[in-house]
């Protein structure tokens, strides 16, 4: 109940192309999802965050869907540049008074090919 | 603002030796967190403290981990004796100890135990 599962775990676009990457979760007491994009050497920095109050959150060319009934939410990313290539993981997480413990999923490696 | 900082970046000792990874969190960041990413894997939570106390250390894979965080401030896991499994990046994260709060994460110590 705690695993958030996450696809594909690759994905190759050309410039400009919408990349869309999946993640499914089963703790129905998750209550905050953000999306972390991670370069080579760096740690995971948050990139965009949605409360399942809502169904849609966008952030410049970053576009969180969220489907409550389903348990799924995605990543969209308009018009991708070779600089959006990065690791993102999506995560899920239940705020409590103290803070946040995420569930993260394996990753999804995106490469922007220009 | 310094952001979270971790040493070392990289470390490589043989089994059954003993590493300590340090984590300086964000100034006035009263949570703490460590994460662990295996082998390509999700990133797996180890433990969250809330100032020095541990809030949750349900992550933590046996007793041969030990986290401290003395004083409230930086933090310290030590792992001891290691073993071939622990191989990984260790990621610290601090966040505010307020509701809708990001958390921010250092870059990683890279452990390799041979």
């Known amino acids: 109940q705690q695993q958030v599962k996450q696809s594909p775990q690759s994905l190759i676009v050309q410039k400009g192309g919408i990349p869309i990457i999946n993640c499914a979760y089963e703790n129905t007491a998750f209550d905050y999802f953000p999306w972390y994009q991670q370069f080579p050497g760096k740690g995971p920095a948050l990139l965009i965050a949605?409360?399942?109050?809502?169904s849609e959150k966008k952030e410049g060319r970053f576009t969180i869907s969220f489907n409550k009934s389903a348990k799924q939410f995605s990543l969209h990313i308009m018009d991708s540049q070779p600089g959006d290539s990065a690791t993102y993981f999506c995560?899920?997480?239940?705020?409590?008074?103290?803070?946040?413990?995420?569930?993260f999923g394996p990753g999804t490696r995106l490469s922007v090919l220009p | 603002e310094a952001g979270v900082t971790q040493f070392p970046s990289h470390s490589v000792i043989e089994k059954g030796q003993t590493v300590t990874l340090r984590c300086d969190p964000i100034?006035?960041?009263?949570?703490l967190y460590w994460y662990r990413r295996v082998m390509g894997k999700e990133i797996k939570f180890l433990l969250h403290?809330?100032?020095?106390?541990?809030?949750?250390e349900s992550g933590m894979p046996n007793n041969r981990f030990l986290a401290e965080r003395t004083g409230g401030t930086y933090s310290t896991l030590k792992v001891q004796p290691a073993e071939l499994e622990d191989s990984g990046v260790y990621f610290c994260?601090?966040?505010?100890?307020?509701?809708?709060?990001?958390?921010?994460f250092g870059q990683g110590t890279r452990l390799t135990v041979v």
């Open positions: 994260a601090s966040s505010q100890q307020t509701r809708n709060t990001e958390a921010f």
């Open positions: 403290f809330v100032k020095e106390s541990k809030q949750d």
């Open positions: 100034s006035g960041h009263d949570n």
């Open positions: 949605i409360r399942p109050d809502v």
């Open positions: 995560a899920a997480s239940r705020t409590d008074n103290y803070g946040q413990n995420f569930v």
